[in-house]
């Protein structure tokens, strides 16, 4: 009889401790704008396992039902943020009311970084997670580098980005096989203005006030089809309580960063400011390669001070208007020069802006916003008694809004996303060919005689302008069937040039999740088109100015399509009470590239023309893992296979082996101090590349010649102190290049470093 009785009581026991209680809240940005985040994954792990997975709504709000004995966990992008423990001692409080959870926590618990699927080109509003294949660089991971600048961050911690050193000793980008000239940055879903050589002036973006970086390989965006190879998204910080930080870094070449950044809330957290002010200075130095007859390459000095304000206005308690949103930023440079020609480049950059979300009804939400971002650059004479001399000028207007539907059932989760971008860019630049109107006015005003043009020689623009204004809309329709966990995503981007016309852009993704939400299975198509850019269609430059060598536009240029493909698994493991987290991810890609417009150099090599060159096929995949061990230790591992197949294109850069590696160590004793080490290795295989030339007169290519490009590898050294006790000091100390690695000659493909360095810094936040 008593064994009868034990046997029923613990049969009652196990039925009990099935028994399930709901549990539910919402999620926010942070808690001064109370704006709801879409899509954050709440998971309920049963030990060690997942037992089921639920997501946010349009809301923010979640409901899932537990267990006694579980815990919760919340996430974004697979980013771990939050983990609740529930207990049968707490169970009780935990679901009697709803929960608040604030996305600023992602900062502070950060396990895994792991791989994201397109959230943003203007944030989350367009596009859901899992368009393309991405990866999410986290606060961890910046400070695990402690990068200097965004070329570090990049070629250091994401496989098949490498920067090397171009003309005029400016880095040049190669991003799994595209070029700089087909990655879009993107600053907090913006575009910017400006260009140097392939890409933006690199030196405008500061990290000091990011949050976290986004890299999404292919044609990520219905909405900026331009983005053929890739988009760089950098999210700055929200601020949720007032403190002011200070960091001071030294390194090589007499390289100085200087950085304050003040976060101010007010107290009823409805308005939130983020002021960011930063000085970077570093003098000229030249690389030698260890073959002395090599030539050297200059990599100039820069001054620049760079100061940015995002100002929100948080309302969420009103029916409406959820938020306003107000930014602005400047931006000057000085590049020293003046020793090898007389005169300095002094770059500025200007930019403001506004953003605003309307809640319309339970269905409907409205994000709209309006953007300006100016870049110039200007001759500053040194040597000579001459006027400051415009040479570039490039102004952008952006206007965009998204209008989003949703609506769930039981069974389907609809989300119904129409967006729109109109953009008006205006470009002047000494690359253009000369209008010699008003130089001759000039002159005759310089002789005394009056004309209505005098602004020209005061302002020094005698330069041609161009024009071109582009609309981009888009229609993307989400579907989750929760009973199959299935998701199928189909849209069509639309875009209208003022000088090519339209162009459609369709995309479509599926995903599914299996093994109780442990693997995940997507596969992606999306097509990506590229209008030849002003300086493509009008340039006319003289080297040099001695009619020895010129670089040549071309207005017949036909626009690029590229078509990408994708298919990838990832696998997650997740150890009992979380002391063992893997993530396994594997992604095959192919692009195909037509129409590719290039710079061709004649059978002289005295002019290179911009042309329709061919096609391109560039295929591979992605090999990544991360796991951590009793939350201490960490390892990253990234590998690139990358293949590609030219059609008359000038040479490829492309490496078909790359990697990266990180280890790292955290420990914090006694709550009072933390330290973390890191060891983090960018892997470059061997490159063996062809260069081409181009006859005009028979439109035929023909092979220059062939070079090989050494396999490489760098290394990077990194600590980090805190000391909590004293007012949240930071120390960073670490080795740069630690194993002294130098090419033979240095060139486009080979790495930047110059040798060995160390580094030193502190941040102190008030």
Same mark, same amino acid.
């Given at each position: 009889?008593?064994?009868?009785?034990?046997?029923?009581?613990?049969?009652?026991?196990?039925?009990?401790?099935?028994?399930?209680?709901?549990?539910?809240?919402?999620?926010?940005?942070?808690?001064?704008?109370?704006?709801?985040?879409?899509?954050?994954?709440?998971?309920?792990?049963?030990?060690?396992?997942?037992?089921?997975?639920?997501?946010?709504?349009?809301?923010?709000?979640?409901?899932?039902?537990?267990?006694?004995?579980?815990?919760?966990?919340?996430?974004?992008?697979?980013?771990?943020?939050?983990?609740?423990?529930?207990?049968?001692?707490?169970?009780?409080?935990?679901?009697?009311?709803?929960?608040?959870?604030?996305?600023?926590?992602?900062?502070?618990? +950060?396990?895994?970084?792991?791989?994201?699927?397109?959230?943003?080109?203007?944030?989350?509003?367009?596009?859901?997670?899992?368009?393309?294949?991405?990866?999410?660089?986290?606060?961890?991971?910046?400070?695990?580098?402690?990068?200097?600048?965004?070329?570090?961050?990049?070629?250091?911690?994401?496989?098949?980005?490498?920067?090397?050193?171009?003309?005029?000793?400016?880095?040049?980008?190669?991003? !799994?096989?595209?070029?700089?000239?087909?990655?879009?940055?993107?600053?907090?879903?913006?575009?910017?203005?400006?260009?140097?050589?392939?890409?933006?002036?690199?030196?405008?973006?500061?990290?000091?006030?990011?949050?976290?970086?986004?890299?999404?390989?292919?044609?990520?965006?219905?909405?900026?089809?331009?983005?053929?190879?890739?988009?760089?998204?950098?999210?700055?910080?929200?601020?949720?309580?007032?403190?002011?930080?200070?960091?001071?870094?030294?390194?090589?070449?007499?390289?100085?960063?200087?950085?304050?950044?003040?976060?101010?809330?007010? $107290?009823? !957290?409805?308005?939130?400011?983020?002021?960011?002010?930063?000085?970077?200075?570093?003098?000229?130095?030249?690389?030698?390669?260890?073959?002395?007859?090599?030539?050297?390459?200059?990599?100039?000095?820069?001054?620049?001070?760079?100061?940015?304000?995002?100002?929100?206005?948080?309302?969420?308690?009103?029916?409406?208007?959820?938020?306003?949103?107000?930014?602005?930023?400047?931006?000057?440079?000085? +590049?020293?020069?003046?020793?090898?020609?007389?005169?300095?480049?002094?770059?500025?950059?200007?930019?403001?802006?506004?953003?605003?979300?309307?809640?319309?009804?339970?269905?409907?939400?409205?994000?709209?916003?309006?953007?300006?971002?100016?870049?110039?650059?200007?001759?500053?004479?040194?040597?000579?008694?001459?006027?400051?001399?415009?040479?570039?000028?490039?102004?952008?207007?952006?206007?965009?809004?998204?209008?989003?539907?949703?609506?769930?059932?039981?069974?389907?989760?609809?989300? @119904?996303?129409?967006?729109?971008?109109?953009?008006?860019?205006?470009?002047?630049?000494?690359?253009?060919?000369?209008?010699?109107?008003?130089?001759?006015?000039?002159?005759?005003?310089?002789?005394?005689?009056?004309?209505?043009?005098?602004?020209?020689?005061?302002?020094?623009?005698?330069?041609?302008?161009?024009?071109?204004?582009?609309?981009?809309?888009?229609?993307?329709?989400?579907?989750?069937?929760?009973?199959?966990?299935?998701?199928?995503?189909?849209?069509?981007?639309?875009?209208?040039?003022?000088?090519?016309?339209?162009?459609?852009?369709?995309?479509?993704? @599926?995903?599914?999740?299996?093994?109780?939400?442990?693997?995940?299975?997507?596969?992606?198509?999306?097509?990506?088109?590229?209008?030849?850019?002003?300086?493509?269609?009008?340039?006319?430059?003289?080297?040099?100015?001695?009619?020895?060598?010129?670089?040549?536009?071309? $207005?017949?240029?036909?626009?690029?399509?590229?078509?990408?493909?994708?298919?990838?698994?990832?696998?997650?493991?997740?150890?009992?009470?979380?002391?063992?987290?893997?993530?396994?991810?594997?992604?095959?890609?192919?692009?195909?590239? $037509?129409?590719?417009?290039?710079?061709?150099?004649?059978?002289?090599?005295?002019?290179?023309?911009?042309?329709?060159?061919?096609?391109? !096929?560039?295929?591979?995949?992605?090999?990544?893992?991360?796991?951590? +061990?009793?939350?201490?230790?960490?390892?990253?591992?990234?590998?690139?296979?990358?293949?590609?197949?030219?059609?008359?294109?000038?040479?490829?850069?492309?490496?078909?082996?790359?990697?990266?590696?990180?280890?790292?160590?955290?420990?914090?004793?006694? $709550?009072?101090?933390?330290?973390?080490?890191?060891?983090?290795?960018?892997?470059?295989?061997?490159?063996?590349?062809?260069?081409?030339?181009?006859?005009?007169?028979?439109?035929?290519?023909?092979?220059?010649?062939?070079?090989?490009?050494?396999?490489?590898?760098?290394?990077?050294?990194?600590?980090?102190?805190?000391?909590?006790?004293?007012?949240?000091?930071?120390?960073?100390?670490?080795?740069?290049?630690?194993?002294?690695?130098?090419?033979?000659?240095?060139?486009?493909?080979?790495? !930047?470093?110059?040798?060995?360095?160390?580094?030193?810094?502190?941040?102190?936040?008030?």
């Amino acid at each position: 009889m008593r064994n009868i009785l034990a046997f029923l009581f613990l049969f009652f026991s196990l039925v009990s401790n099935a028994e399930k209680y709901r549990l539910h809240g919402r999620v926010f940005d942070d808690s001064s704008l109370m704006t709801p985040v879409v899509d954050v994954s709440v998971s309920v792990i049963v030990d060690g396992k997942k037992d089921t997975t639920v997501v946010t709504n349009s809301w923010g709000s979640y409901s899932v039902f537990v267990p006694d004995s579980c815990e919760v966990v919340f996430s974004e992008f697979d980013i771990t943020f939050v983990v609740l423990q529930v207990t049968p001692e707490n169970i009780k409080d935990l679901t009697s009311k709803a929960h608040t959870v604030y996305l600023h926590e992602l900062s502070k618990e +950060i396990e895994l970084d792991e791989f994201c699927f397109v959230h943003t080109a203007t944030s989350r509003e367009l596009t859901e997670k899992f368009i393309m294949p991405a990866k999410a660089l986290t606060l961890t991971d910046i400070k695990g580098i402690d990068a200097s600048n965004i070329s570090d961050v990049l070629e250091q911690a994401v496989p098949g980005v490498e920067f090397s050193i171009g003309q005029n000793g400016t880095p040049v980008m190669n991003l !799994q096989g595209m070029g700089g000239k087909d990655v879009l940055f993107l600053v907090d879903g913006e575009k910017m203005s400006g260009e140097t050589m392939d890409n933006i002036d690199y030196d405008r973006l500061e990290l000091n006030n990011v949050k976290r970086i986004e890299v999404i390989k292919g044609a990520a965006s219905i909405l900026y089809p331009e983005a053929i190879g890739g988009v760089v998204n950098i999210v700055t910080i929200d601020p949720y309580k007032n403190k002011v930080s200070a960091s001071f870094n030294y390194r090589n070449h007499n390289e100085i960063r200087a950085n304050t950044t003040a976060e101010l809330v007010s $107290k009823d !957290q409805g308005i939130s400011s983020l002021t960011s002010l930063s000085f970077h200075n570093r003098d000229t130095y030249t690389l030698q390669g260890k073959d002395l007859a090599s030539t050297p390459v200059n990599v100039w000095g820069i001054k620049n001070l760079n100061v940015n304000e995002k100002l929100t206005i948080g309302l969420g308690k009103k029916p409406k208007l959820n938020f306003l949103l107000a930014k602005g930023g400047y931006y000057c440079e000085t +590049i020293d020069k003046q020793s090898y020609q007389g005169y300095n480049y002094f770059h500025q950059g200007a930019n403001a802006g506004l953003k605003g979300s309307f809640v319309l009804n339970k269905f409907l939400s409205l994000w709209t916003s309006y953007y300006f971002d100016r870049y110039v650059k200007d001759y500053k004479y040194v040597d000579y008694d001459l006027p400051d001399k415009r040479k570039y000028e490039n102004n952008r207007h952006s206007l965009n809004f998204i209008l989003e539907y949703e609506k769930t059932s039981d069974l389907i989760r609809n989300l @119904l996303k129409f967006g729109a971008n109109l953009e008006y860019e205006y470009l002047l630049s000494d690359q253009f060919e000369f209008d010699l109107k008003p130089l001759i006015e000039a002159e005759l005003n310089r002789l005394g005689i009056t004309t209505d043009n005098y602004y020209y020689e005061i302002e020094g623009t005698p330069y041609k302008t161009h024009r071109q204004t582009t609309l981009n809309s888009c229609l993307v329709d989400v579907l989750t069937f929760k009973e199959y966990d299935f998701d199928l995503l189909y849209g069509l981007g639309l875009s209208s040039h003022s000088e090519y016309g339209a162009h459609f852009s369709p995309s479509v993704g @599926l995903k599914k999740g299996l093994l109780r939400n442990k693997m995940t299975l997507r596969a992606n198509y999306n097509r990506g088109t590229r209008n030849p850019n002003i300086k493509e269609r009008y340039m006319d430059y003289d080297v040099g100015g001695l009619g020895m060598f010129r670089i040549v536009g071309n $207005k017949d240029l036909t626009t690029e399509k590229s078509d990408n493909v994708s298919l990838s698994v990832n696998y997650d493991i997740i150890g009992r009470k979380n002391k063992f987290k893997a993530d396994l991810f594997v992604n095959g890609f192919y692009h195909n590239k $037509k129409n590719c417009i290039e710079g061709q150099f004649n059978v002289r090599k005295d002019t290179m023309k911009y042309i329709n060159v061919g096609e391109v !096929q560039l295929y591979g995949f992605d090999a990544c893992t991360r796991f951590t +061990i009793f939350r201490d230790w960490m390892v990253d591992l990234n590998y690139t296979f990358l293949k590609d197949s030219y059609s008359n294109v000038t040479f490829t850069t492309n490496r078909p082996h790359s990697g990266t590696v990180r280890f790292s160590y955290r420990k914090c004793i006694k $709550k009072k101090y933390n330290f973390d080490v890191s060891l983090n290795g960018t892997i470059k295989g061997r490159n063996d590349s062809e260069s081409y030339s181009y006859d005009a007169n028979t439109g035929e290519m023909s092979i220059d010649k062939s070079e090989t490009y050494p396999a490489y590898s760098v290394w990077k050294l990194n600590t980090t102190h805190s000391f909590v006790r004293v007012s949240n000091l930071e120390l960073v100390f670490g080795i740069d290049n630690l194993f002294n690695y130098k090419p033979d000659r240095y060139d486009l493909v080979s790495c !930047q470093s110059d040798g060995i360095s160390l580094y030193g810094g502190v941040k102190y936040t008030f």
